[in-house]
């Protein structure tokens, strides 16, 4: 394990991005979590519910330093975020996005895009691709655009935090409590993800330099 200011670095940040601690996208990211630790990666899990998150207050205090000046639980997932080599976000889809706990998280790392853009000038659209995240969703519903919008937002998210949307693994038609374990294939195809996930990042250095 890495350290860096103190603060103890794993390879990949894992985030429930559900109000369910127990629902569908929670039971494929374990499963997700379970393969990267299989395949050797270290691993640090966090539930959004469980977190006092503010949304985004657009006052650009970040503007000076590229951190955000709201002083609550975001702050150690922004240090985390920035030194990771990978992370996976699971959120179900409301509405056509993401979870209202998951946007608030994602608008907070505005700061890391102003960082990024802003005040060390990095070009547009060129994040590094040695950074890998996961991006694991699902609906009730079963309509071919369901996670057109989503899959947008969270390629730019991971583009905030200099990484790729290296794979995403998207289900329909699972609604309740549950669901997901009718379904043990696609627990498999998520314990897989996280396995290859961990051998991918294992092949190839650490955040860049920032
Ligand atoms: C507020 C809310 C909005 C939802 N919007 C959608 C939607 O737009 N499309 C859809 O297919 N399912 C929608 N659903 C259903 C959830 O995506 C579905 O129940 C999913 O399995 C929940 O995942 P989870 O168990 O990980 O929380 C919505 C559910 C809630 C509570």
Redesign the pocket.
Known sequence: MIRSEGLNVVDIIAVYG???RN?????LLKQAVRGAREGGAEVAEFVLRDMKISPCLEIYACRKSGRCAIQDDFQELYERFLVCRGIML????????V?AHTKAMMDRCQSLWVKRYWLEKQPFGRPNSDRKGLFIS??????KR?FEGSLLTVRYFFDALDMVLWKSLLY?G????G??DRYPEYLEEAFQAGREMAGVLRGVGGPSPG
């Not at 629902?23 to 039971?27: K, L, P």
């Not at 699971?90 to 056509?96: E, K, L, R």
């Open positions: 559900s109000p369910r629902g569908n996208t929670a039971s699971a959120s179900p889809m409301f509405f056509y996005s979870s699902v609906g009730a519903t079963r309509g369901l329909r699972l609604d309740f409590e669901d997901v």
